[in-house]
């Protein structure tokens, strides 16, 4: 006798007959969050894709014609202009994110109190992004902290503008995005066997050289991660350049919403843009996923000779 969830099959004589499960309950438990991914992740992704292909019209729907003239406007130099702009700021704002990440997270690895710098870490984003971002606007408009210090210790006679501009931009970028470079790098720095830079010292390489060519290496994949986890949020961004910059500092974030928006409505230009972030993201997490397979890999082979010396060693012991 069967029934939807397990089939008898029949054993010799004398044993018990066993029930073989039809079901694998696993897949049972990812039914629900795959319908979550389809639902709010692919079938979004899908709809930005065709929408991207379509035509729009003088009233700013989208008419089911296939047209290919959003990408043809992606050619326009002044999207150039903007895309180069948005590179240059994602690109600094992600080194000067790295190069403070990097002594930060070496610092909270080789320290005894990792659970408080952490918490010191983390906790100051707890609170709504808008928050934090109009309490940079107040630091640094003209009535901010920063004037009224310089202002009283008489180094400047007027104020300084030091909002809506690009260096604005890469301020605020750097603070809102730099726990997600320090804790990879953390977590890799955490894992690093720390007596390879006692062997390179032993052969003679300075503190500097060590860090350079020995800990620096060992550590890549989590440095590859900061870099995606902070580059590829700046590239989108909208409300930072939108709050604390100008139109020097006008970004793809800003210019997706404007299409998107009753101001221009052209959503097929707008998707296509869309769909240049989106590529850039799967770019970045295979990359992500090619260096740690390429760790792995080497980690697995340092293994096998390390084992294999120890055997021959053992060998000739003996």
């Excluded at 930005?48 to 089911?64: E, R, T």
Aim: net charge positive.
């Amino acid at each position: 006798m069967k029934n939807t969830a397990q089939e008898e099959r029949p054993k010799p004589d004398g044993e018990a007959t066993v029930r073989k499960p039809l079901l694998n309950q696993g897949s049972l438990y990812a039914w629900p969050m795959g319908i979550w991914l389809i639902i709010f992740f692919v079938a979004p992704l899908i709809i930005i894709l065709v929408y991207s292909f379509l035509k729009k019209d003088a009233y700013g729907a989208v008419l089911p014609q296939f047209s290919l003239k959003a990408y043809a406007d992606m050619c326009n130099p002044k999207y150039a202009i903007i895309v180069l702009r948005t590179l240059k700021i994602s690109i600094v704002s992600t080194a000067i994110t790295i190069a403070i990440a990097l002594p930060c997270g070496y610092a909270i690895a080789r320290s005894r109190h990792q659970t408080l710098l952490l918490l010191l870490v983390i906790i100051p984003f707890w609170t709504n992004s808008l928050i934090r971002i109009f309490a940079w606007i107040s630091i640094l408009n003209n009535d901010g902290i920063i004037n009224q210090i310089l202002m009283r210790l008489h180094i400047t006679k007027e104020h300084l503008s030091l909002l809506n501009n690009q260096g604005a931009v890469i301020l605020v970028s750097v603070y809102m995005y730099i726990p997600y470079a320090i804790l990879p790098i953390f977590t890799a720095i955490d894992r690093f066997d720390f007596s390879l830079l006692e062997a390179a010292r032993d052969l003679g390489a300075s503190k500097n050289q060590a860090m350079v060519k020995v800990l620096l290496p060992g550590i890549k994949s989590g440095i590859i991660s900061a870099l995606i986890f902070t580059f590829i949020p700046i590239f989108g961004a909208y409300t930072v350049p939108d709050l604390v910059g100008d139109m020097n500092s006008y970004m793809l974030g800003k210019l997706i919403v404007d299409q998107v928006q009753r101001t221009n409505r052209n959503l097929p230009l707008g998707s296509a843009f869309s769909l240049v972030i989106t590529l850039v993201s799967i770019v970045g997490i295979l990359w992500m996923e090619l260096a740690k397979k390429k760790e792995a890999k080497l980690k697995k082979s340092s293994s096998k000779e390390e084992n294999y010396v120890a055997v021959q060693t053992a060998g000739a012991v003996k």
